[in-house]
């Protein structure tokens, strides 16, 4: 069964400073990796996603993402964080079979600090 | 394409009053999903539908939940009666089928509070 984990369910940083959210998946199959965001209320936006291409993962807003086997990781990274950047990060798995379900995690809100 | 659409935003009712909540997918797109979102339990897939047929229903929480999808562009959750309880934000998603890598479009959500 796939599995998502979010390290942390709130992270500040400060404006400027580099982001970085945590992202563990378990997944028996090549899994199909995506973060979404979502500001207040408000639906999910994608930001970005890993379907077994490149690894490094480049989405919208300077977001980033790597995806490692050996680690079992997807963490999304900005170098510098900014004010707007403040939202809800989620991570989740597909297991890319064809059902097109996700397994969301449970979230991480970031908060950024003038 | 105005992305996927929502209705009500908001929807305030009592205890036992019947509610439907009404989504519009993209155009073009096969699959469809009813989320759940809350405090206490995140984001929870309710059930979803591939050609407006329901393929996996394991998240309806109760018989009181039912969502139908007559035709491409339209679907509806109704929950009959309503219990505080199931005050959340419900979502829907909306996605097509483009070599197994589709994600998800969400709508901007309907508010439900039962009171």
């Known amino acids: 069964a796939q599995s998502v984990t979010q390290l942390g369910s709130h992270v500040s940083v400060s404006e400027g400073a580099l982001v970085l959210l945590r992202c563990n998946y378990s997944?028996?199959?090549?899994?199909?990796l995506f973060w979404y965001v979502q500001y207040p209320n408000q639906g999910l936006q994608l930001l970005l996603k890993?379907?077994?291409?490149?690894?490094l993962v480049k989405g919208i807003n300077g977001f980033e993402a790597e995806f490692k086997k050996s680690e079992t990781s997807f963490h999304l990274t900005k170098p510098s964080a900014h004010m707007s950047d403040a939202a809800e990060y989620f991570c989740?798995?597909?297991?890319?079979?064809?059902?097109?379900?996700?397994?969301f995690g449970t979230g991480t809100r970031l908060k950024v600090l003038a | 394409d105005a992305g996927v659409i929502q209705s009500p935003r908001h929807e305030v009712t009592e205890m036992g009053q019947e509610v439907t909540l009404r989504c519009k997918p993209i155009s073009g797109h096969d699959y469809l999903f009813w989320y759940r979102q809350t405090m206490m339990r995140g984001l929870e897939l309710l059930i979803y539908f591939n050609n407006n047929v329901p393929i996996d229903d394991s998240g309806m929480p109760e018989d009181r939940f039912s969502a139908k999808m007559p035709n491409a562009s339209f679907s509806t959750l109704k929950i009959q009666p309503s219990e505080p309880r199931d005050s959340a934000v419900y979502f829907c998603?909306?996605?097509?089928?483009?070599?197994?890598?589709?994600?998800?479009?969400f709508g901007p959500g309907t508010r439900l509070t039962v009171t």
């Open positions: 997944s028996s199959v090549p899994p199909y």
């Open positions: 890993y379907t077994s291409a490149a690894t």
């Open positions: 998603a909306s996605s097509h089928r483009t070599s197994g890598r589709a994600e998800q479009y």
């Open positions: 989740a798995v597909s297991d890319g079979s064809g059902t097109y379900k996700y397994i």
